[in-house]
């Protein structure tokens, strides 16, 4: 077990860790099945944890940031992915130099496209509170490429203010949600 799972455990027991539904306390409440997670340079078997809401009695899947709902690729391959398609480069292109299928890849960029407003919505949001000195320029092209200079300028933010060590799209996914789930708007909002 990592460090970043005993401390999400511990919080979990603890009752520290909150529904995304209603903020109520999560409770322990299992395991999900263990698969395998392709990482840029290796793979890791991950059994997520299962909690279970007290007030609204939902169960919910714990994922470390490395890993994202519904994708057998980590956050790193797949922001890769976005980062290259932001730098004008084809699927297919990406898929090569990633050894992924061109498919795969291309349903990871539609995915993001169709959730880019929201995302830089949400970045924005982010850099804003967090750096309010920061020049807010919107980047011109497609949503993609807006969303993505979003989500790189969001992480500066947090990486600088709050000293976190979090790879940019690990903070990607924790702010927004990246490709799947809601993102997270920051106290006050």
């Known amino acids: 077990m990592s460090a970043e799972q005993v401390v ?14 209603c903020d109520g ?3 322990p409440w299992g ?12 793979t890791r078997l991950l059994r997520p944890r299962r909690a279970c809401c007290r007030r ?16 057998r690729d980590g956050t790193e391959v797949i922001g890769r992915a976005l980062l290259a398609k932001a730098n004008g480069q084809g699927h297919r292109t990406i898929a090569a130099a990633l050894g992924r299928p061109p498919g795969t890849v291309r ?3 539609r995915t ?3 959730r880019a407003g929201a995302i830089t919505t949400t970045a924005r949001l982010w850099e804003r509170v967090l750096d309010p000195s920061a020049d807010q320029q919107i980047v011109s092209g497609p949503p993609l490429v807006g969303a993505v200079d979003a989500l790189g300028r969001a ?13 940019p799209w690990e903070l990607a996914v924790v702010l927004t949600g990246l490709l799947h789930g809601p993102g997270r708007d920051p106290p006050g909002f």
């Open 31 to 42: 395991f999900a099945r263990e698969r395998t997670v392709r990482l840029l340079h290796e």
């Open 25 to 27: 306390p999560l409770a």
């Open 107 to 109: 349903g990871w960029l």
């Open 112 to 114: 993001f496209t169709r």
């Open 8 to 21: 999400a455990e511990d919080d979990l027991v603890a009752g520290r860790l909150c529904c995304p539904v």
């Open 56 to 71: 609204c009695e939902r169960t919910h899947v714990l994922l470390p940031a490395w890993a994202l709902a519904r994708r």
């Open 155 to 167: 992480a500066r933010a947090c990486r600088s203010r709050l000293k976190l060590t979090a790879s």
